[in-house]
């Protein structure tokens, strides 16, 4: 079916008048640890992992992007010698934190801090799937709540001025109940604003925080919107945070685009209208096709049109990628949307063949450049929403 698109003019025109944040997902520094439990702890920073290309954020920010979402990894940030808390390697922080403060203080946009860990701790080895789910009170291996609350208090008392950080509570938590997901989001927000942090908090839901399946159950566990409009925050201050994928079974992997983005997330959207709460789309994407290209236009395009959506991150960019694909390829190498990539066969990458041709021209022109990270823009928080 061919989708009709509007003008590129008149959809930039329209997306500078909801979202206050756009940019790219930065992945890499959960690299290194697939394989044989341990492979990859702590790490070796430039080989196993690493955090951003200094120069290709310049490229982003000189285009125009706001934000950046930096993954870290939980067992590097906190070994397993210590277990998850408030002591941290801070050599691996260093190295976090250097990225951070390129983003936010050098070129002064905004930064997602993201542990990418599906709400598990103790075992990245085989993500997804691997390590222990936070809070369980049934696995003796299991990391705790009070001890997700305790990393989360320390790691935003370190931001705690740094008004252009954003809290991404937790990448995809999966297969565990509902109610524990809300528990453990509630910790972190808790955490947080005990340190006197006030910026911007997006918290996930259930089943990899899949928009399309907000309102639909899964092995068993509930849905999301039964349980997230329950989180509070004392300022305010906290949206969704959602993933949604354009492919067959909504992976990412797949290079055929054939889910309508509007029809998918419609749920979700009057759901956060009924509830007044705001959501950020910090993982989409699709491959380097006509369809896609269709269908991340009309994404883009209805996150500008809705106002309960303050902003978005296409996955993925990162120093590491090499001519490996994160997205939307069905396994080819043809490369990320890291500036410079390229294909195994010396083609030109998804930067040039996805961003610069699909995502890019629709970049929202009025984008919030100064003041603290707020689910209002730069109106900022309006007060606490218990």
Known sequence: MK????????????????????????????????????????????????FINESTVDI????????????FLLERMCPLAYGLGARFNETYFGYFNDAV????????????LDPHNYMRYNDPSMQPGSGSVIG????????????????????????VHNEKVI????NEPHDMPTQLVLTDDQAAINGIRKSGAKQLIIAPGNGYTGGHSWNQSAGGDAPSSEYLYKITDPVG??????????????????????????????????WLKEHNLKAMVTEFGG?????CENYLRQAVTYMADNP?????????????????????????????????????????????TVWLKYILPLLPKNLQRNGMSSINGPAGPKGPRT
């Open 101 to 112: 403060e390129y983003i936010t203080k050098t070129k002064g946009v905004y930064c997602i």
């Open 308 to 352: 309960e959506y303050i902003g978005w991150t296409a996955w993925a960019a990162g120093p590491l990628w090499g001519t490996s694909s994160p997205c939307c390829t069905d396994g080819r190498a043809l490369g990320s949307l890291e500036p410079g990539s390229r294909a195994s066969d010396g083609s030109p990458g998804l930067y040039y």
């Open 237 to 270: 201050n906290t949206g969704m945070d959602i993933h949604e994928y354009l492919d067959v079974d909504f992976s990412g992997g797949h290079s055929i685009c054939n889910q309508s983005f509007p029809a998918n997330l419609a749920y979700l959207t009057s």
């Open 287 to 291: 491959d380097n096709n006509t369809m």
């Open 3 to 50: 989708l009709t698109i509007p003008s590129l003019t008149a959809l930039a025109a329209t997306a500078s008048a909801k979202i206050y944040y756009a940019g790219v997902a930065e992945s890499g520094g959960e690299f290194g640890v697939y394989g044989a439990k341990g492979t990859g702890l702590p790490g070796r920073f430039g080989v196993d992992y690493a």
């Open 136 to 159: 369980n009170t049934s696995d003796p291996n299991a990391a705790t709540t009070a001890q997700f609350q305790a990393f989360w208090h320390e790691l935003a008392s370190r931001y």
């Open 60 to 71: 982003f920010v000189g285009q125009g992007v706001n934000v950046f979402r930096v993954a």
């Open 167 to 170: 809290f991404g509570i937790m």
